[in-house]
């Protein structure tokens, strides 16, 4: 951005045929709003809020932004709000991940269309963030990430509870019979009892983490608890940066790299993070034409140890791994495996953040590299004849005792099969048994939600059963755990090999050879595919936003964005410099 580029309210003018009649009408209807002539004059930091009364982790936001806007005023910059779609993750039906791309589309558009230099994206909840950084990448407008911060624990008894891992932990000792209606009740009580994400290392604060080391988000701010006084900080430090890039434009496609991707990945790897977080980064550095390879996941993850102690593959909370040193602690402990020349929003490179003094750091929360948790990282994708085009296992939060197993399949044919039959006492299901969901992908009707957590049959819970293998084409929350494989691609909807599996057909999963295998002839299975047929509303029988996702979404292994979202070579800096000159007075 050049000094003769225009700034503030002359960016992007509307065009009514008079460059100078433009600038006129805006600023008279900007002054309706109180600006004085002088503050009309000065460069803006668009803050893109996600706030929304159906989103409990941004309850805080109304406040946080308020430090936001400070930080851009202490810059030299006119703070301005705009809200965009928000994804309060356990409030959407049928799933959040299906609004996700059009989280990122409203973002990157309001960034594109409204006048500002710069833009500070406020969002938590697990498919904000990713969708917010989606959106900037495309903008491509320098951008700061605020994250909401996550929850603080609370108690039940002597024992602390922190949303999502221990509801699911609770429901399951429901289930099985072990904790009474009185007492679930009381737990749902105090599950989540402030504002902020989930209070483990679940899909928000994976991507919280991703983002600060992709460089989005500013250094130590991944972590920083909802409700501490750090995180109003945070929130004017990221308001200043902001500011400071107007002059010094450090744009999404200069931090978001192939570099810092890969060192997004090896992170992800060494916290035991969610799975959902491959699809999301594999979005993410999606609009930037970077691919996300499964194989080379596999590569990372063979030589990248777990050093976090969080659940749901720990014992602790996201306000320990604050109080532990933060993200800046695992970085030193994987530097030696970093591209350290990558850059963030403040112009600083990772090799230079790192040669910081690291404070204290708790080695019961974070490992060091010379004694990690694990030695290979938390995810590992699996192919075969099951999943051509790969699935995910989260091996940091499975059962080791059923990495190497062959055993019948049970399959449920779509969530509503799954809902009918599961805790069905005459259910042919024995614990060595593998259990398989079908048609939960991208392209099915449910969207591919949060269900590849199938729950365990009553009549083996109730007899001490805790895990089990389960297969399908959905995801699975970043709070859960167990021998979980998911993402199966391509999809039973689309016609994918899990759409053909059979209820007593034997699988083979081999987390060593990382693999999964239908052990079913070629001849059988291509007699089974010549019978199948989609059972999915084809898209033009659908109308609006369903009848656009269900054409256009593509599979797990390329992140479910759009297909028509991917970059177009050239276009992106025809669109920034036909957009900067469109506001340019004569």
């Excluded at 402030?194 to 928000?204: E, H, N, P, Q, Y």
């Excluded at 990690?372 to 994708?381: D, F, K, R, Y």
């Amino acid at each position: 951005m050049s000094e003769d580029d225009p700034k503030g309210f002359e960016r992007g003018l509307t065009n009514y045929g008079d460059k100078d009649f433009s600038v006129y009408l805006r600023r008279s209807f900007a002054s309706s709003m109180g600006y004085s002539r002088e503050v009309l004059k000065k460069p803006i930091v668009g803050i893109a809020n996600s706030f929304s009364g159906f989103n409990n982790c941004h309850r805080h936001f109304p406040e946080l932004v308020e430090h936001v806007k400070r930080g851009v005023l202490l810059g030299g910059g006119l703070p301005i709000e705009f809200p965009t779609i928000s994804l309060g993750e356990v409030f959407l039906s049928p799933t959040s991940l299906k609004f996700r791309n059009l989280m990122s589309m409203d973002t990157e558009e309001m960034i594109r269309a409204q006048p500002m230099d710069a833009v500070v994206l406020m969002g938590g909840c697990d498919k904000t963030v990713p969708a917010q950084l989606m959106g900037a990448a495309s903008a491509d407008l320098p951008a700061v990430q605020l994250v909401a911060g996550p929850m603080m624990t609370s108690r039940y008894g002597e024992e602390r509870l922190g949303a999502c891992t221990d509801c699911r932990r609770f429901w399951g000792k429901y289930r099985a019979g072990e904790v009474s209606d009185d007492q679930i009740n009381d737990i749902e009580g105090r599950l989540a009892t402030t504002s902020g994400t989930c209070a483990v290392m679940g899909t928000a604060s994976t991507m919280a983490c991703i983002a600060e080391t992709l460089g989005m988000a500013l250094p130590g701010t991944a972590a920083i608890p909802a409700v501490h006084a750090d995180r109003l900080r945070s929130a004017e430090a990221s308001g200043f940066a902001a500011a400071r890039m107007i002059d010094n434009p450090i744009r999404p496609s200069e931090v978001i790299t192939q570099k810092s991707v890969e060192n997004a990945i090896r992170v992800l790897l060494a916290l035991g993070g969610s799975t959902n977080a491959i699809i999301h980064l594999t979005a993410v550095a999606g609009r930037l034409g970077i691919t996300v390879s499964l194989e080379r996941l596999n590569q990372l993850s063979d030589e990248t140890p777990v050093l976090v102690n969080l659940k749901p593959v720990g014992s602790h909370y996201m306000e320990d791994f604050f109080f532990a040193g933060g993200m800046g602690a695992v970085l030193r402990e994987l530097k030696p495996l970093l591209h350290l020349d990558t850059v963030s929003v403040t112009g600083e490179t990772l090799g230079d953040r790192l040669e910081q003094d690291p404070g204290y750091v708790d080695r019961r929360v974070i490992a060091s590299a010379d004694e990690p948790l694990e030695p290979q990282g938390g995810l590992v994708a699996l192919f075969g004849n099951l999943a051509p085009r790969g699935a995910i296992l989260k091996r940091s939060a499975a059962d080791s005792t059923l990495f190497e197993k062959e055993g019948r399949a049970v399959v449920f044919t779509s969530l509503e099969d799954l809902a009918a039959r599961v805790d069905d006492p005459d259910l042919d299901i024995r614990p060595d048994d593998i259990m398989v969901l079908q048609n939960s992908g991208p392209k099915s009707a449910s969207g591919m939600p949060e269900s590849g957590y199938l729950p365990i049959p009553k009549k083996l819970s109730s007899k001490g059963v805790k895990d089990m293998i389960r297969i399908s084409d959905a995801r699975m929350s970043g709070t859960a755990f167990g021998t979980i494989v998911l993402h199966v691609a391509p999809e039973a909807a689309v016609g994918g090999p899990l759409a053909l599996v059979r209820t007593g057909d034997r699988i083979r999963l081999s987390v060593s050879d990382k693999r999964i295998e239908l052990l079913v002839d070629d001849a059988e299975l291509a007699r089974r595919r010549s019978d199948w047929t989609p059972d999915i509303v084809p898209a033009e029988k659908r109308r609006g936003y369903d009848r656009l996702y269900a054409s256009e979404v593509l599979q797990a292994d390329e992140g479910c964005d759009f297909s028509f979202l991917q970059p177009v070579a050239g276009a992106a800096e025809t669109d920034r410099s036909a957009s900067e000159k469109e506001g340019r007075l004569r």
